[in-house]
């Protein structure tokens, strides 16, 4: 449910080309507008431009200082708006609020971006009272937060809201504001090719066919295999040793080339013993792992084993000396996570918290491991356990601390998968491959520049068992060859002792998956 306020808020309204304008400046305290009795507009040339010395706030009860500069303009079919605003408390964002632009909404439904639900909209899509499509767009894709909704304010009027939040690590006293570009009565299609084009050009991002990063023995893959290994309590699902005979009972039926072995809860009790990041001894040991990753490559087989991009433990938070890196909120409070439930007492534990992979001393860590194992073992790449996460951390910038991190892997490694489980759009062009979007339709964008498998709470042939993960069970659905995912099995304690017709199938269908998407 939307929270709104239970009065009216006073917003003084400006009309530019039919629509009416009001502006609004969130502090990590309180929110404030114009005041009236401070603001100056004028038209200069077809720009509407207003300024206030002044805010007001508490629906006009209160005033204070202030400064905010606000330019309406049109360029070519487009109008174009953009915000500047000063405060003696540090700015949290800005709001701009547009009256008569959007068809009435009772669902008052909030969009974001960077999301990671990859069915939502990357900028506003907007239904008109004249039944048409308006969309806004930003100048940049600069990792701002950014929230849209239509709804029906104090006054009962329909108004649409558009937020934007300053970079976090960027917050102060002043905010410059996206440009903004409204787009009346457009084809979608082109205004997203606008979006894509902008991530293009600012963030490399580049189609399936010619991307760089993609090594070339991927795209030969159509089978993934979801190779469970201890989970959380200490039961193993399989050891190194099991493992590498069910891979080999594959490699009778398939090429080994078109496999890629996923090893989740390889390095022990899954999420417990994160961040330490070594072999499960429980499964093997480093002798085990050894043994099974070299008899996978014999059989043709590559291998990428899970690192947790952003969490640990509590314990061993404050045993390793990661206390600077714990993620903080916009209000620079500890982050808690108490997301998953891990002993079926009905709660949730929130033993692992997360850490924040921008922060200097944490990340060298985690490429100290990844590099470690990958040198030892001879892996093909890593799987980045909730890559796709964007705290609100004032103190350091994840994004780019991931940035940094992949960028390191690959000019290490040669042929080197980076394999994320979630990422917003933003995310795409650092990495190529996700367990994300297998539910994704075949015409959607995702597709044009990275491919996916299936998440990693896939069920298991039988009862549908999720292994390592979290979900406990979730039932068991045959794959699809019309799906452009990857087909992908998971592998628990008895999916090759019982349910070896259904791994059989698996394996035929794969093929079949292979003939249609990797030609």
Same mark, same amino acid.
């Given at each position: 449910?939307?929270?709104?306020?239970?009065?009216?808020?006073?917003?003084?309204?400006?009309?530019?080309?039919?629509?009416?304008?009001?502006?609004?400046?969130?502090?990590?305290?309180?929110?404030?507008?114009?005041?009236?009795?401070?603001?100056?507009?004028?038209?200069?040339?077809?720009?509407?431009?207003?300024?206030?010395?002044?805010?007001?706030?508490?629906?006009?009860?209160?005033?204070?200082?202030?400064?905010?500069?606000?330019?309406?303009?049109?360029?070519?079919?487009?109008?174009?708006?953009?915000?500047?605003?000063?405060?003696?408390?540090?700015?949290? &964002?800005?709001?701009?609020?547009? /009256?008569? *632009?959007?068809?009435?909404? #009772?669902?008052?439904? %909030?969009?974001? $971006?960077?999301?990671?639900?990859?069915?939502?909209?990357?900028?506003?899509?907007?239904?008109?009272?004249?039944?048409?499509?308006?969309?806004?767009?930003?100048?940049?894709?600069?990792?701002?937060?950014?929230?849209?909704?239509?709804?029906?304010?104090?006054?009962?009027?329909?108004?649409?809201?558009?937020?934007?939040?300053?970079?976090?690590?960027?917050?102060?006293?002043?905010?410059?504001?996206?440009?903004?570009?409204?787009?009346?009565?457009?084809?979608?299609?082109?205004?997203?090719?606008?979006?894509? &084009?902008?991530?293009?050009?600012? /963030?490399? *991002?580049?189609?399936?066919? #010619?991307?760089?990063? %993609?090594?070339? $023995?991927?795209?030969?893959?159509?089978?993934?295999?979801?190779?469970?290994?201890?989970?959380?309590?200490?039961?193993?699902?399989?050891?190194?040793?099991?493992?590498?005979?069910?891979?080999?009972?594959?490699?009778?039926?398939?090429?080994?080339?078109?496999?890629?072995?996923?090893?989740?809860?390889?390095?022990?009790?899954?999420?417990?013993?994160?961040?330490?990041?070594?072999?499960?001894?429980?499964?093997?040991?480093?002798?085990?792992?050894?043994?099974?990753?070299?008899?996978?490559?014999?059989?043709?087989?590559?291998?990428?084993?899970?690192?947790?991009?952003?969490?640990?433990?509590?314990?061993?938070?404050?045993?390793?000396?990661?206390?600077?890196?714990?993620?903080?909120?916009?209000?620079?409070?500890?982050?808690?996570?108490?997301?998953?439930?891990?002993?079926?007492?009905?709660?949730?534990?929130?033993?692992?918290?997360?850490?924040?992979?921008?922060?200097?001393?944490?990340?060298?860590?985690?490429?100290?491991?990844?590099?470690?194992?990958?040198?030892?073992?001879?892996?093909?790449?890593?799987?980045?356990?909730?890559?796709?996460?964007?705290?609100?951390?004032?103190?350091?910038?994840?994004?780019?601390?991931?940035?940094?991190?992949?960028?390191?892997?690959?000019?290490?490694?040669?042929?080197?998968?980076?394999?994320?489980?979630?990422?917003?759009?933003?995310?795409?062009?650092?990495?190529?491959?996700?367990?994300?979007?297998?539910?994704?339709?075949?015409?959607?964008?995702?597709?044009?520049?990275?491919?996916?498998?299936?998440?990693?709470?896939?069920?298991?042939?039988?009862?549908?068992?999720?292994?390592?993960?979290?979900?406990?069970?979730?039932?068991?659905?045959?794959?699809?060859?019309?799906?452009?995912?990857?087909?992908?099995?998971?592998?628990?304690?008895?999916?090759?002792?019982?349910?070896?017709?259904?791994?059989?199938?698996?394996?035929?269908?794969?093929?079949?998956?292979?003939?249609?998407?990797?030609?």
């Amino acid at each position: 449910m939307m929270q709104k306020f239970g009065f009216d808020f006073g917003d003084p309204y400006y009309t530019f080309d039919g629509l009416q304008f009001a502006f609004r400046v969130c502090t990590l305290e309180n929110v404030y507008g114009i005041n009236p009795d401070t603001a100056t507009s004028s038209m200069t040339n077809g720009r509407l431009t207003i300024e206030t010395g002044g805010y007001q706030y508490a629906g006009g009860q209160k005033t204070c200082p202030g400064t905010l500069k606000a330019d309406i303009h049109k360029r070519d079919d487009g109008v174009c708006f953009h915000v500047k605003a000063r405060h003696h408390e540090v700015i949290k &964002g800005i709001t701009i609020l547009i /009256r008569h *632009l959007a068809a009435p909404d #009772e669902e008052e439904q %909030i969009y974001n $971006w960077p999301t990671l639900d990859l069915n939502a909209p990357s900028f506003p899509h907007i239904n008109t009272p004249d039944g048409t499509t308006s969309f806004i767009l930003p100048d940049s894709t600069i990792l701002r937060h950014r929230r849209w909704a239509v709804y029906r304010e104090y006054s009962g009027k329909w108004v649409f809201n558009l937020t934007e939040d300053e970079a976090y690590t960027e917050q102060s006293h002043e905010m410059t504001g996206s440009q903004w570009t409204l787009l009346r009565d457009r084809d979608q299609h082109a205004v997203s090719g606008i979006w894509y &084009g902008m991530l293009a050009k600012e /963030r490399g *991002l580049r189609p399936w066919h #010619e991307r760089s990063d %993609i090594p070339e $023995w991927f795209r030969e893959v159509s089978l993934v295999l979801n190779m469970h290994c201890e989970g959380w309590t200490g039961h193993v699902f399989n050891t190194f040793d099991r493992q590498l005979d069910i891979l080999k009972w594959i490699a009778d039926r398939m090429d080994g080339r078109r496999v890629l072995v996923y090893l989740a809860g390889w390095d022990g009790r899954y999420y417990w013993n994160y961040p330490i990041y070594k072999p499960s001894t429980a499964c093997g040991g480093e002798d085990g792992l050894f043994r099974m990753i070299e008899g996978a490559h014999k059989l043709g087989m590559h291998v990428v084993p899970m690192f947790g991009v952003i969490a640990s433990n509590y314990k061993n938070t404050k045993e390793m000396g990661f206390q600077k890196a714990v993620c903080r909120t916009a209000y620079d409070l500890e982050e808690i996570c108490d997301w998953t439930g891990w002993d079926e007492d009905l709660a949730t534990e929130p033993i692992w918290q997360p850490l924040n992979v921008g922060e200097a001393e944490f990340r060298q860590h985690l490429l100290h491991r990844i590099h470690s194992i990958t040198d030892q073992f001879q892996t093909d790449g890593v799987v980045l356990d909730i890559s796709g996460w964007l705290p609100k951390d004032p103190r350091h910038d994840l994004f780019n601390g991931l940035s940094q991190l992949i960028r390191n892997l690959q000019q290490r490694y040669e042929d080197y998968l980076i394999f994320g489980e979630n990422g917003s759009d933003l995310h795409w062009s650092m990495i190529p491959f996700y367990h994300h979007g297998a539910h994704l339709k075949a015409d959607h964008p995702f597709f044009t520049y990275c491919r996916t498998a299936y998440h990693l709470w896939q069920g298991a042939p039988g009862r549908g068992s999720t292994g390592v993960f979290e979900g406990g069970l979730n039932p068991y659905q045959a794959l699809k060859v019309d799906n452009p995912a990857i087909p992908t099995l998971a592998i628990v304690q008895d999916t090759l002792s019982s349910h070896s017709d259904e791994m059989e199938k698996v394996i035929d269908m794969s093929m079949k998956w292979g003939d249609r998407w990797l030609s």
